[in-house]
C-alpha cells in the first residue's frame, strides 16, 4: 500500500515542474559550456579595431620609413634639389606662379625683399608645434637674411586663434612691420597668456601702441580680409592638413622641419644649376 501512495504521489508531479528545479539550472550550465564568453578581439567589434589598428601601424610604419629615407638622403648628399622637389609632386607647375601665390596680400616678412628663397610658414599662434619651430625659422633667416625671405600666413584652427591673428595683422596696420612681429613672437612664445581682446589690448599699451586704434580694427575685422585670403589660397595650393606647414620657393614640407633640412634646401635652391 504504501508503495502505490508513493507511486501515486510522484505520478501527478507535471513533468514540466520537475525541471524548474536544479535540474534547470544544471541545463542551464550546460548551455553556457557551450557558448563560452569570447573575447573582445573575437567579436565583430573587437575584428574591426584590430583591423583599423594594423592599418594605422602600417601608414606609421611608412610615414618613418619616407622620414629617415629623406633625413638619409640629405645628409649624404645623395638627392639633388630636382629629385627632392619631384618627391613633392609640383614639378609640372610654373614655379614663379607657385612662389606668388604662397606669399600671399600681407606685406610684412623678415629677411630681404628681393629673395632668392622664399619661405611661407601657413601656422597657428596656438599651435605647440609651431611654437617649437620658432627658434628653428629664426636662426635658419638670421644666418641668411641676405638671400631668404620669411613669410607668416594664418591658419587659426584652435580656439582663440583668429583673434590673435587679426590682432597681429591690426599691429602690422598701426605699425608696419615691426608692429605685427612684435605681436606675432609674444602670441607664439607666450601662448596662452592672450586669450582675450582686453590681454591683447594691454599687450598693445605695454609696447607703445594705440590701443583704441587696436579696437577699433578688431571691433571692424578690417584685416578678415587676409585671413580669407590666407584660407582661399591654401585650398589652391594643395590644402593645409596641419600646422606648420611650409612651402619653400613653393615647394610643399609639414611639420617641424629641423635647421639642417632649410640649410639644405637654400643651398641647393641657390646653387647657380638649382631649377628656376
Known amino acids: 500500500m504504501a508503495n502505490s501512495k508513493i507511486s501515486q504521489s510522484t505520478s501527478i508531479i507535471p513533468p514540466d515542474s520537475q525541471e524548474t528545479g536544479w535540474q ?27 583591423i583599423f589598428l594594423i592599418l594605422l601601424g602600417l601608414l606609421l610604419i611608412v610615414f618613418i620609413y619616407k622620414t629617415a629615407r629623406l ?8 638627392v639633388s634639389v630636382d ?23 600681407t606685406p610684412y616678412y623678415l629677411g630681404t625683399s628681393s629673395p ?4 611661407v610658414e601657413y601656422g597657428d599662434f ?38 590673435l591673428a587679426q590682432a597681429a595683422l591690426c599691429a602690422g596696420e598701426q605699425a608696419g612691420n615691426l608692429g605685427f612681429w612684435v605681436f606675432h613672437d609674444q602670441f607664439l612664445l607666450n601662448q596662452g597668456q592672450y586669450a582675450t581682446t582686453s590681454q591683447i589690448l594691454d599687450l598693445a599699451k605695454e609696447y607703445g601702441f594705440s590701443d583704441t586704434q587696436l579696437k577699433n580694427c578688431l571691433d571692424t575685422k578690417r584685416t ?10 591654401a585650398i589652391d595650393l594643395g590644402g593645409i592638413d596641419g600646422t606648420p606647414t611650409w612651402f619653400i620657393n613653393g615647394y610643399k614640407f609639414t611639420g617641424e622641419l629641423p635647421e639642417d ?5 637654400i643651398q641647393q635652391l641657390t646653387q647657380p644649376d638649382a631649377k628656376k
Open 24 to 50: 534547470s539550472r544544471l541545463n542551464t550550465l550546460v548551455k553556457v559550456q557551450k557558448h563560452p564568453y569570447k573575447p573582445w578581439y573575437k567579436r565583430w567589434w573587437g575584428k574591426i579595431i584590430l
Open 71 to 78: 633625413t638619409w638622403q640629405i645628409k649624404t648628399n645623395r
Open 83 to 105: 629629385e627632392l622637389l619631384m618627391q613633392a609632386g609640383y614639378q609640372n607647375l610654373d614655379p614663379k606662379e607657385w612662389i606668388d601665390l604662397t606669399k600671399g596680400l
Open 116 to 119: 632668392k628663397v622664399v619661405i
Open 126 to 163: 596656438n599651435c605647440k608645434h609651431c611654437r617649437v619651430s620658432y627658434p628653428v625659422i629664426r636662426e635658419v633667416v638670421n644666418k641668411n637674411r641676405d638671400i631668404v625671405q620669411y613669410i607668416w600666413r594664418n591658419w587659426p584652427g584652435q580656439e582663440g586663434s583668429e583673434l
Open 224 to 233: 578678415l580680409v587676409y585671413l580669407q585670403k590666407d584660407y582661399i589660397d
Open 261 to 265: 633640412f632649410f640649410n639644405y634646401m
